[in-house]
């Protein structure tokens, strides 16, 4: 089920809620917090039943797991390693084994017949949330807490299947009973707010550059000049307001339900270095990355070669995590280069005493991402170098006086493929800049005028609705 | 120093009054605050009311698709002009709130030949449920779910040889299997349903907009009649037979020249009748009449025999009206718009045989196969179509000639000549 559609919006979330409010205003707390976890599991269930067993399996064992973990003065490495191993083998079995096989079949021509395996909705986002738990319970830093708790913070639906990636410490204490029961006007406030904002950037502006981007994308010319810039900063922003607007919906509704999910974007495209990008984008990844896989491996504390090896381990895995493909890598890599880059070339300035304008900052970092975006986004590694090529002038320019004098004779708007376009993605690339972060708008602004910023919700909330459904015509050229 | 104890008296005093101000103000933030967020959410459940109720109002009374069952009003929403495009989608819904007794069921030859009338049934109780180019899977489709949603007393299904042909089997666009079984699934998910896709939707709004525009233009006209598109043969084409010229140049070279049919596409016709039997409706098939130059294409093409094949599979099912033939209508061009597509004079005729289940005396169409007499029969259309090409030797000729050159200037001209320009 995903948070924009009819039967999420109007069905599932109605009656989940109002259950919920009638659980807890009869006092039960726990009944509340129970028909959270079975909701989310019907939540995840609606997608492809069977795999329902899969997340129980491993919220049990991963329960259990973390108990005896946790349990006596001694806690030997080696039930870290079964827990943590059985966690990654579950996850390297659905995601990376035709991946495996693919390359294992380039390489030696073995010709493995590659299973098809599907994969399991969210399992990158709950196999690393009880990963972090199982260290955490390793280190004693976990405390006493109910299956039903540690369940509802494995599979509360709105962070269950795109993060954001929450951390135990910060969800288990928020489901007990007081918490769980009182109704908080800023909580929904804030939660209808959150929702109206992220279904509108998903709906209305990451939905509308879908096909942009996908003609770029997954067309078979391969790219000019134009096409290939538009088609690559179009996607720069079709994913930021996806997985940001996915994130706001999130944050939203954990507050209708009286829960706090952490902030997951803020601003990234302000970012004037790497660094700061990956302190604004997907934080509760990059948080995660670095108290699980950086630091672990050991950071900047051994030096600065070592560091360096560190941060391009850290992110090749983190480019793995996002999907099984070299492309992925690809991208993890170039993030790995930039952030060695930002890093080094701090150091070097900071001798120097040279200090970077922010805007060249800006435009090194704003275009460097959007360029790794192309690999990971494109299907393949020969369509990513087709955009790349693209990119820099090598499948030629268009011609655009042409094309606009032909669009212009025949009066087609659709072979119109740059103006409009560049304005759209102007102002998308100002708004990044100068609007608020939607947390802050809803957090700071509504509090002084709620009355407009209810009218905003309206507005935002009533058009991402009117565009959930598109109607697609038929032409009928006859038998 | 009294000054002094008086002037720090009144210091005290006054930081006393300012904590005590400070304690009060921290006391009243959360409360003014609580205040500003319930300000928030009352307002934000008005606002939503207000726009949902202003959307549906909107919508109900311009009601572009014609599927609220509101008034027409000449010069606003009397021409639903977005109608065209969208058949796949409003049909049903129409279908639904209308709830007919008798239906028709078949491809353009339904939705712009054959108005919604059936003798001795209330016109209102009489739907087109005719979709263009609907090929046997996508009817089998829409047969099913309608029939799911409401049971007619009469299904009356129209088809075509090309129907059942094997280059037809994905749904066009528009088509939504989603749409059919919520519309049948119960009053609720159909109003659900109709509500997202014609009150709930950008598209919908600009719809509206285009209707009311076309209204202005157009304030004595009507698109559709009960799911009939009266609009079609209105049209003016380049010369009154440039469109008959050009259809029989089309499908002669190209869609009857590549017909095979799909043994799944009779299947599938199986399971149309099944579901049928299964609801109670009586269901009466029949073969629209094509032109008779048609069916001399279908013989150069080497179709004839495939033509027969195709009325010995329907007949397995039930007696067949077969106006298909070389007879008194298709030998006549003045009854087609093109030789595909026939007037809504000779429908009239045809229902009338449908209804009664006879022949109309003194004319030559129609004739009802049945198992028994389907050889007899073919026999019969056979003669007829040699007698036909035997009086109009030229368009054989003519039809031959443009199988081996596909030489469209070379048929234009002879076509000109034996068909009219």
Redesign the interface.
Known sequence: MLFNSYVFLFLFLPVVWILFRALSGFKLARGAMGLLAVASLVFYSYWNPPFVALILASVVFNFCWGRWLGRGDRKPRWKLAIGVGVNLASIAYFKYTGFLLENVNALTGAGIEIPEIFLPLGISFFTFQQIAYLVDCHRGLTKEHSFWQYCLFVTFFPQLIAGPIVHHSEMMPQFVGDNIRRISPRMLSLGITLLAIGLFKKVMIADTLSPWVAAVFDGQADPQLIAAWVGTLAYTFQIYFDFSGYSDMAMGLGYLFNVELPVNFASPYRATNAVEFWRRWHMTLSRFLRDYLYIPLGGNRKGPVRRYVNLMATMLLGGLWHGAAWTFVLWGGLHGLYLCAAHGWGKLSEKAGFRTPRVVGWLLTFVGVAFAWVFFRATSMERAWAVVKGMVGANGVEDVGATLANAENNGIVESLPFDERFAVLALLLVVCLVLPNSWTWAREKIERMPVLGAACAVILFVSAVLGMTRISEFLYFQF | MSKKKKSKGKTDTKTDTKTEDRTQQKAEAPEK??K??????V??VL??VL??VG?YGFQLTVDPFGVWGGPQIAGFNNYKSVQD?????WKIYEYYHLEPDVVFFG??RINYCTPAKWPGVQDEKVFNFGL??A?IPEESYYFAGALEAHQPEIAAVGL?L?QF?AI?NNP???YSQERLDMVAGSPLTAF?YKS??TV??????E?SFDVMEASEERPDDVYHIRGWDTQRLQRKWKTPRWKFRQ?LFR?HTR?YRRYRPASENFDMFGDMMDKAEELGVKVVLYIHPVHADFLVSYDVNRKWKLNEQFKRALVKHGPVWDFNYVNDISRDRDNYQDP?HFLAAVSEKFVEVLATDEPIDGLDFGMKLTRDNIEEALVEQREALDDYMEQNPGIRQMLEDARRTKDRNAFNRAAVRLIGR
């Open positions: 605050k609580r500003i967020w319930k300000i928030f959410l307002a934000f606002l939503l726009a949902v959307l495009k969208n058949e796949r989608m491809s353009s263009n180019a090929h075509d090309l042909s037809y066009h666009e528009g659900f997202r896709e709930l939707s950008f598209d919908a709004i719809r259809q499908y869609t595909s």
